[in-house]
Nanobody, 118 residues
Framework: QVRLQESGPGLVRPSQTLSLSCTVA??????????WNWIRQPPGMGLEWMGS???????YYSPSLKSRTTISRDTSKNRFTLHLRSVTPEDTAVYFC??????????WGQGTRVTVSA
C-alpha cells in the first residue's frame, strides 16, 4: 500500500552534508498516528535508528547523532528530508526511510547507498 522512495546523491565528500529525501506515495505524512524515520545500515553492521519526524512535524533524534542531524518535511510534496552534517567515512551506509505506527508496524523504502569518500 504505502510506498516510500529514498533519493539523493550516492557519493558525499568528507566534512560535507549528506542530504536525502523520502517521497511517500499512497499515504500522507500528516496522517495522524504515524512516525517517519531514517534508519541506516553500515557495511557489515546492524541497523541504526537515526531519527524521525511525526505526523505533526515534531522531530526526534538519536542522542549519538543529534548534534549533526536535522529532519524536516515538505507537506506540499509529501516528502521528508534528512540532513547529516560533517560526514566522515564512518557514515557510509545504506539509508532507509520508514513509516511506523504506534504499535511498531512498519513500511520500508528499498534503501539507498551513500558512500562518504574523498
Amino acid at each position: 500500500q504505502v510506498r516510500l522512495q529514498e533519493s539523493g546523491p550516492g557519493l558525499v565528500r568528507p566534512s560535507q552534508t549528506l542530504s536525502l529525501s523520502c517521497t511517500v506515495a499512497n499515504g500522507s505524512i500528516t496522517a495522524n498516528g504515524y512516525y517517519w524515520n531514517w534508519i541506516r545500515q553500515p557495511p557489515g553492521m546492524g541497523l541504526e535508528w537515526m531519527g524521525s519526524i511525526d505526523y505533526s512535524g515534531r522531530p526526534y533524534y538519536s542522542p549519538s547523532l543529534k548534534s549533526r542531524t536535522t529532519i524536516s518535511r515538505d507537506t506540499s510534496k509529501n516528502r521528508f528530508t534528512l540532513h547529516l552534517r560533517s560526514v566522515t567515512p564512518e557514515d557510509t551506509a545504506v539509508y532507509f526511510c520508514t513509516r511506523v505506527d504506534k504499535l511498531g508496524y512498519g513500511y520500508w523504502g528499498q534503501g539507498t547507498r551513500v558512500t562518504v569518500s574523498a
